[in-house]
């Protein structure tokens, strides 16, 4: 009798120990375990457990049977469930390891070209993998070094996207706005007005692509003289006329891109001659008003004092 009863313990232990059996299964939403990466942990333990303590291996104590976590630091952790029956608790431990983050980011030599040419790329962080799009239609250009140069023909911006991948899979993407266009022109000029002969002085300043150089400045003074080409940004010129002038300036790089500017219309007279003054009264009582006369040949205007 007693070995019977002695067997029926046996089974209704092994069953139990059977029933009893602890794992857990831990994924992300992308597939991916970079920084910072939130897992989602699911126990699969069999046999109806009480209760669960998790420890994370990042400092992280909790109860529950399906927690998530957010791991910051890359590292490998050891993850341990405790599973918790009614007259036993089962351990498992599985390591997680957490791959580094990437951030990518772009350079170029320059942001801009204003001929048909190539612009060059260089991506950070080096020694992974790269996915480029050139916002041209090119399509995706994958490369395993770092740098590139790609070719634009449109005049127009285009939005340059960086995808670096490292070998784990952990990736980060980056952009940038390079252009195709023409060079700008500004200046100035003074004085503007005043009498003859006046000499006005111009200056320019232009934007143009970097590693790029002003070849040549060629100026219209607008009075009907010739233009005159020097490699300075500043001109001067004698005015011996009346009438309204309209100077331009014309700048030509070194890579063949010419910009105009047309400074403000500029206008010169002569002086005034014969000027006359005089009150139409030079005896008045005290609640009388002074009246005054002026005139002068070629004048337009008058100031009192």
């Known amino acids: 009798m007693q070995k019977i009863r002695f067997f029926v313990f046996l089974l209704i232990y092994s069953f139990t120990a059977n029933s009893q059996a602890v794992d857990f ?49 890359a590292g490998t952790y050891t993850v341990k469930l405790v599973a918790i029956y009614k007259s036993s608790a089962i351990t498992v431990s599985k390591t997680i390891t957490i791959q580094p983050s990437v951030t990518a980011s772009i350079k170029t030599d320059r942001s801009y070209i ?56 952990c990736y980060d993407t980056a952009s940038t706005t390079v252009s195709l266009k023409d060079i700008t022109v500004s200046g100035t000029v003074t004085p503007q007005s005043g009498c003859i002969p006046a000499t006005a002085r111009f200056t320019t300043t232009a934007g143009i692509p970097a590693q ?23 001109a001067s010129h004698v005015y011996n006329n009346t009438t309204r002038n309209t100077p331009s300036v014309m700048i030509t790089t070194s890579e063949g891109c010419t910009g105009s500017y047309n400074y403000p219309n500029i206008a010169f007279g002569t002086p005034p001659t014969n000027p006359v003054a005089y009150p139409v009264k ?10 005054f006369v002026s005139k002068a040949t070629k004048a337009n205007s008058y100031t009192w004092n």
């Not at 992300?28 to 291996?57: E, H």
């Not at 995706?140 to 670096?164: E, G, M, R």
């Open 25 to 73: 299964t831990y994924q992300t939403s992308d597939g991916l375990f970079c920084t910072p990466s939130v897992v989602q942990f699911t126990q699969t333990a069999s046999g109806s457990p009480r209760s669960y303590i998790w420890n994370f291996g990042n400092g992280t104590i909790i109860n529950g049977s399906n927690p998530q976590v957010a791991y910051i630091k």
């Open 114 to 169: 204003c001929t048909p040419g190539d612009i060059n790329f260089t991506a950070s962080p080096a020694g992974i993998n790269y996915e480029w799009n050139f916002g041209d239609g090119s399509g995706t250009i994958p490369t395993a070094t770092n740098t590139i140069a790609h070719p634009f023909s449109v005049k127009q911006d285009y939005k340059v996207t960086l995808k670096a991948t490292n070998p784990q899979g």
């Open 212 to 234: 790029s150089s002003v070849s040549k400045y060629t100026w219209n003074f607008g009075d009907g003289s010739a233009s005159v080409s020097n490699s300075s940004s500043s």
């Open 282 to 291: 030079t005896v008045l009582c005290g609640s009388e008003t002074a009246r």
